[in-house]
């Protein structure tokens, strides 16, 4: 999608990765509702993007941008940082929400493999943190990091996305040193929030049992909801002015199993 200069520079801006479904467009229509202006990245879900942003300018014209980049490919992630820019020419939250995800067994693992998990997860967040990072400074502004449970308690054939992942986590803690004072990093660690695909059908009574299995080890007995993740990542952005380098978990205690 072409970039343009919206003419409302006072309106702040939301620049997030990944975000065209799921959480990452809970999020986004988050902040816009708070009312940020809102570039939403993508790589391969465009019509997701489109749809959502049409959403958007619709209930306020000129308020949303999307972008497409491959975050895998370093030179595509150094253009994304600048169309971004060029959006609104601000940039004031930083939220890194893209990420890769699946098993990787140990006897099949490889350089590709490790590449394309790394990347997605860790390499293109430090790197738009570090292009970002005069912008933000400039706006006080904020970065949040979308991390994982998995990044403190590894998840079992996955080891290469557990590792991403507690990478990201580290990562919080020393952008938070190398940005202070005027840019505050933290992050965002889900637990269960939606059921993943091997979970969906409930009309399989072991899909049933599986769900009261997964339900038993949350102390509040219930799947938190794309909101909770949401208004977790908006107030560590925006509301949280003296919090900084802290990963907050929003799992429903499920960590205390």
């Known amino acids: 999608?072409?970039?343009?200069?919206?003419?409302?520079?006072?309106?702040?801006?939301?620049?997030?990765?990944?975000?065209?479904?799921?959480?990452?467009?809970?999020?986004?229509?988050?902040?816009?509702?708070?009312?940020?202006?809102?570039?939403?990245?993508?790589?391969?879900?465009?019509?997701?993007?489109?749809?959502?942003?049409?959403?958007?300018?619709?209930?306020?014209t000129g308020s949303a941008f999307c972008l497409q980049a491959d975050l895998c490919e370093h030179e595509q992630t150094q253009s994304l940082a600048r169309l971004?820019?060029?959006?609104?020419?601000?940039?004031d939250v930083l939220v890194n929400n893209a990420s890769a995800f699946y098993p990787t067994p140990l006897a099949e693992c490889d350089h590709k493999i490790w590449d394309d998990l790394f990347d997605s997860n860790l390499r293109a967040a430090f790197f738009l943190a570090q292009q970002f990072a005069p912008?933000?400074?400039?706006?006080?502004?904020?970065?949040?990091?979308?991390?994982?449970?998995?990044?403190?308690?590894?998840?079992?054939?996955?080891?290469?996305?557990?590792?991403a992942k507690a990478g990201v986590k580290a990562m919080t803690k020393s952008l938070a040193k190398e940005l202070a004072p005027r840019v505050r990093v933290n992050g965002v660690s889900p637990g269960a929030i939606l059921w993943p695909p091997s979970m969906e059908d409930e009309s399989d009574p072991a899909v049933l049992e599986d769900r009261q299995k997964m339900l038993e080890k949350i102390?509040?007995?219930?799947?938190?909801?794309?909101?909770?993740?949401?208004?977790?990542?908006?107030?560590?952005?925006?509301?949280?002015?003296y919090v900084t380098g802290q990963t907050v978990r929003v799992d429903g205690g499920r960590s205390l199993s």
């Open 1 to 60: 999608m072409n970039t343009s200069t919206n003419q409302s520079h006072g309106t702040r801006v939301c620049f997030l990765t990944g975000a065209s479904k799921r959480l990452g467009a809970c999020t986004a229509k988050k902040f816009h509702a708070e009312g940020f202006n809102v570039i939403i990245h993508y790589n391969h879900s465009k019509n997701s993007a489109d749809t959502l942003v049409a959403q958007l300018n619709a209930l306020r």
């Open 135 to 163: 912008e933000l400074e400039q706006r006080a502004g904020s970065i949040v990091n979308m991390t994982d449970t998995y990044a403190d308690s590894p998840l079992k054939g996955f080891p290469i996305y557990s590792m």
């Open 84 to 91: 971004a820019f060029d959006c609104y020419r601000r940039v």
């Open 219 to 241: 102390p509040l007995r219930t799947l938190g909801e794309p909101q909770n993740i949401a208004d977790t990542v908006f107030f560590l952005a925006n509301d949280a002015c």
